[in-house]
């Protein structure tokens, strides 16, 4: 543990300075910790291909942390895991599960099977099998997984209603605690 400098702020500053309406009235200024995680010691990832939205990937943090899963790996090109919104929408979340970037094809070689998630095909996540070394894979918010991911079993979320599919969040949520439920 290192020594910890405090300081205090004028009044206003930290309003001027936040990214948020209301702010809290703390900061502070950390180190992430260095993780070297081998993938291939890795019993349950959550994986998201080309995610955008900061709110997402916070949430889906969140969630991969509380349903037990050992990493999160984001693909080339997706919101970077320390903007501010992420740190924020994670809830701490992002300080207890490993997050790493690499592409689908490294979790593959390494072991894991690849559960795709889709609003169209593969069984219903109810009847997937969730055993062994597995990989939750959610996709862009947009485009979702391309056709060509290297997916070993496609899940679907049936749902009723005139939606189109759930938010990639709220289905990673949804995947990871049946995941660990049927684990």
Not at 45 to 50: G, I, K, L, S
Not at 122 to 142: K, L, Y
Request: proline share 5%; glycine share 8%; hydrophobic share 50%.
């Amino acid at each position: 543990m290192s020594r910890a400098d405090g300081f205090e702020l004028a009044e206003g500053v930290v309003e001027r300075v936040a990214t948020t309406e209301h702010p809290q009235p703390n900061l502070a200024i950390v180190r992430m910790p260095e993780r070297h995680l081998a993938l291939d010691e890795v019993g349950f990832a959550v994986a998201a291909d080309r995610l955008n939205d900061p709110g997402n990937l916070g949430t889906i943090l969140r969630s991969a942390e509380a349903a037990g899963a050992d990493v999160v790996v984001l693909t080339p090109g997706s919101v970077d895991p320390f903007n501010s919104k992420v740190v924020r929408a994670s809830a701490g979340a992002l300080f207890h599960v490993p997050v790493t970037v690499a592409p689908l094809d490294d979790l593959a070689a390494a072991g894991l099977r690849l559960i795709g998630t889709s609003s169209h095909r593969g069984v219903p996540h109810t009847a997937t099998d969730w055993s062994g070394r597995i990989a939750v894979v959610v996709g862009n918010e947009a485009q979702g997984l391309a056709d060509d991911a290297p997916i070993a079993q496609w899940a679907r979320i049936e749902h009723r209603g005139r939606a189109e599919s759930l938010n990639v969040a709220m289905a990673a949520t949804l995947l990871v605690f049946e995941a660990a439920r049927a684990r």
